[in-house]
């Protein structure tokens, strides 16, 4: 090749490096009552108050600044005002842009998001007689739109149903303009493989719409099986939390995903000493206290992108 043919060569430049991620908080509940808390976190009631609601937020709020996001949904939050403690105890690694839906009557927990990009917009679909919908918050990113679907599906193997439904909605939404880059993650409640009862089918039919492949992957394939966990039940260990990303995150433009950088995030004081998540304790003895220590029953997922322009 002549010296002066790489004049001609694409000039591609690498540009914004950030992180997202996914965590549910496991009930982050305030001290004010509204009728629609779990009876655990009843202000007055099993040792829930102000003092053990910060408590909480600060122990939350360790973590959170440790996976240091630029984009971060998070799960089972009360309302906005506590997002809003939540946030303002990170205290300088804060976030400018914050997303709360408008609940449903009597819901207890929704979904919620924290961006250091400015949200250009959102979007919140229900779906009849279930509790929370599924939220899709458009920010910037180095001049780039970027989706993000935030979800969290109903709870219990039994109910597969019912995250039919959501997944005939999110691929609903996917579909309309497959153009678009997006990365779909939360709680979906649903193992990465089918498992006993059908348990996990719903979320697999988002990879197939009648006998077209969806346009999305499933980052926890770059992990090996063993390490394929974010949540424990017992002695069970299971990947219910889940970050799937579009195929033109991989089309060398626009946002791109940055290969091998999805990973669960943890530390050793978010773990027990067999290595599963140190969730929040409530004791389990007379009434139910809360003890002030631990995290959630979940870890964080977190995965690097990046920007490139020509």
């Given at each position: 090749?002549?010296?002066?043919?790489?004049?001609?060569?694409?000039?591609?430049?690498?540009?914004?490096?950030?992180?997202?991620?996914?965590?549910?908080?496991?009930?982050?509940?305030?001290?004010?009552?509204?009728?629609?808390?779990?009876?655990?976190?009843?202000?007055?009631?099993?040792?829930?108050?102000?003092?053990?609601?910060?408590?909480?937020?600060?122990?939350?709020?360790?973590?959170?600044?440790?996976?240091?996001?630029?984009?971060?949904?998070?799960?089972?939050?009360?309302?906005?005002?506590?997002?809003?403690?939540?946030?303002?105890?990170?205290?300088?690694?804060?976030?400018?842009?914050?997303?709360?839906?408008?609940?449903?009557?009597?819901?207890?927990?929704?979904?919620?998001?924290?961006?250091?990009?400015?949200?250009?917009?959102?979007?919140?679909?229900?779906?009849?007689?279930?509790?929370?919908?599924?939220?899709?918050?458009?920010?910037?990113?180095?001049?780039?739109?970027?989706?993000?679907?935030?979800?969290?599906?109903?709870?219990?193997?039994?109910?597969?149903?019912?995250?039919?439904?959501?997944?005939?909605?999110?691929?609903?939404?996917?579909?309309?303009?497959?153009?678009?880059?997006?990365?779909?993650?939360?709680?979906?409640?649903?193992?990465?493989?089918?498992?006993?009862?059908?348990?996990?089918?719903?979320?697999?039919?988002?990879?197939?719409?009648?006998?077209?492949?969806?346009?999305?992957?499933?980052?926890w394939y770059e992990l090996p099986p063993q390490k394929r966990y974010s949540h424990t039940y017992g002695k069970k260990?299971?990947?219910?939390?889940?970050?799937?990303?579009?195929?033109?995150?991989?089309?060398?433009?626009?946002?791109?995903?940055?290969?091998?950088?999805?990973h669960v995030f943890s530390q050793p004081y978010m773990l027990e000493s067999d290595g599963t998540p140190k969730r929040?304790?409530?004791?389990?003895?007379?009434?139910?206290?809360?003890?002030?220590?631990?995290?959630?029953?979940?870890?964080?997922?977190?995965?690097?992108?990046?920007?490139?322009?020509?």
């Amino acid at each position: 090749m002549s010296r002066f043919a790489f004049l001609f060569l694409p000039l591609v430049v690498f540009g914004l490096d950030f992180k997202v991620a996914t965590y549910n908080l496991e009930n982050l509940f305030d001290d004010k009552k509204e009728g629609n808390e779990y009876k655990e976190y009843t202000p007055g009631k099993h040792g829930w108050n102000e003092a053990m609601m910060e408590r909480k937020i600060a122990n939350l709020a360790r973590v959170i600044n440790d996976i240091d996001a630029d984009v971060i949904a998070l799960m089972e939050v009360e309302n906005k005002e506590v997002l809003s403690k939540l946030n303002v105890a990170l205290g300088n690694k804060r976030y400018l842009h914050l997303f709360y839906p408008l609940k449903k009557p009597r819901v207890s927990i929704e979904t919620a998001v924290m961006s250091r990009f400015p949200i250009q917009k959102t979007g919140t679909f229900h779906l009849k007689d279930q509790a929370r919908g599924i939220h899709r918050i458009t920010v910037e990113v180095d001049k780039n739109l970027l989706d993000v679907y935030v979800n969290h599906w109903p709870a219990m193997p039994e109910r597969e149903e019912e995250r039919g439904e959501y997944a005939r909605k999110l691929r609903s939404l996917i579909v309309e303009d497959v153009s678009r880059e997006f990365i779909v993650l939360g709680d979906f409640n649903s193992p990465l493989d089918v498992q006993k009862n059908g348990w996990g089918e719903a979320f697999q039919s988002l990879f197939y719409h009648g006998n077209r492949t969806m346009p999305l992957s499933n980052l926890w394939y770059e992990l090996p099986p063993q390490k394929r966990y974010s949540h424990t039940y017992g002695k069970k260990r299971s990947a219910l939390d889940h970050m799937l990303i579009s195929h033109n995150l991989n089309d060398g433009k626009g946002v791109e995903y940055t290969q091998g950088s999805f990973h669960v995030f943890s530390q050793p004081y978010m773990l027990e000493s067999d290595g599963t998540p140190k969730r929040w304790a409530i004791s389990e003895k007379g009434r139910g206290e809360h003890q002030g220590i631990g995290f959630s029953d979940h870890l964080p997922l977190t995965a690097t992108f990046h920007t490139v322009t020509h």
